[in-house]
């Protein structure tokens, strides 16, 4: 770009000798890339603040992140339903019932290395959608072993296939959990929760949990920190934050609180720039879920 400006300019300047007017033409071209020169030092400084310097790593995100002393894998699934027929009187999707009915006696049977973790339905965020998450302890063979079992299971393939008629669309995420969050466990209600999404941008992963294994200390004196996710299978540079109030009130007040300890600014001012695109569901539990 810079050649194509100074052989513009050269040319201009040797018409213009020849036309008896160089020296208002000289004048001008320098002018011009004076000017080019400083906008493209701003750019450059502007840019700069965006661009964040990330240290080559050395192994991966998975493995410096992750709970060393067990093998959990994690599995969020979230259906949309059709809105003529996915909500019935009690403001919950058919889907939502059937899980209800049918996934504790699945869950139940002891030679599934799976369990639910929670089951909800989305009240705030997007509309007629049920969330689920379960844990495979065990990995990625657990998870090989439930799915092979769930083909002869008939409960549940007749729940898929009523489930089908009523959906929208599905989307499934596998998950591991940070290090420096508590795991999961069943507690009891009424508590409504807030599942909060982060896109973040490739490369940041490590970045992040370095500022929130500080930051969770903030958050987890109330027990409102139920459990911290990064994806590994699906939307990949996600992180999950799952969160219990009593209420919305609750979870105002708290989130205000969080305002007072020293540090905490600190982490939210250096976590904005590593997200792309955060999003937040407020949810309510179903009868069938370990956490209420």
């Known amino acids: 770009m810079a050649t194509r400006v100074l ?50 790593r050395k192994d991966a995100h998975s493995h410096l992140l992750a709970k060393k002393e067990d093998n959990n894998l994690y599995k969020i699934q979230s259906s949309s339903s059709t809105s003529e027929r996915g909500v019935n009187a009690r403001n919950q999707t058919e889907p939502c019932v059937r899980s209800d009915e049918v996934l504790p006696s699945i869950h139940a049977e002891q030679n599934y290395p799976c369990e639910l973790v929670g089951t909800w339905n989305t009240w705030y965020g997007e509309q007629d959608q049920a969330v689920h998450l379960w844990r495979y302890r065990g990995g990625y063979p657990a998870l090989t072993e439930v799915m092979n079992k769930l083909k002869n299971n008939k409960d549940f393939l007749e729940y898929r296939k009523e489930r089908g008629k009523m959906l929208l669309s599905r989307r499934n995420q596998l998950l591991l959990e940070f290090s420096f969050w508590n795991e999961p466990v069943p507690r009891d209600g009424p508590n409504i929760y807030e599942l909060r999404s982060y896109q973040l941008r490739p490369g940041t992963m490590i970045e992040w949990g370095n500022y929130w294994a500080r930051a969770i200390s903030y958050r987890q004196h109330n027990r409102e920190a139920v459990g911290g996710f990064f994806s590994q299978i699906g939307d990949l540079y996600m992180v999950h934050h799952l969160w219990a109030y009593k209420d919305l009130q609750s979870r105002e007040d708290t989130r205000n609180a969080a305002w007072q300890h020293e540090g905490w600014d600190e982490v939210v001012y250096y976590t904005v720039p590593l997200i792309q695109h955060m999003e937040s569901r407020i949810m309510i539990p179903l009868k069938a879920s370990p956490l209420q």
């Not at 018409?15 to 071209?29: F, M």
């Open 7 to 56: 052989q513009s300019s050269f040319s201009g300047l040797y018409r213009a000798a020849h036309t008896g007017r160089a020296k208002g033409h000289v004048t001008a071209v320098i002018r011009g890339l004076s000017a080019s020169n400083n906008r493209n030092r701003e750019d450059s400084w502007f840019k700069s603040l965006f661009v964040r310097k990330v240290d080559p």
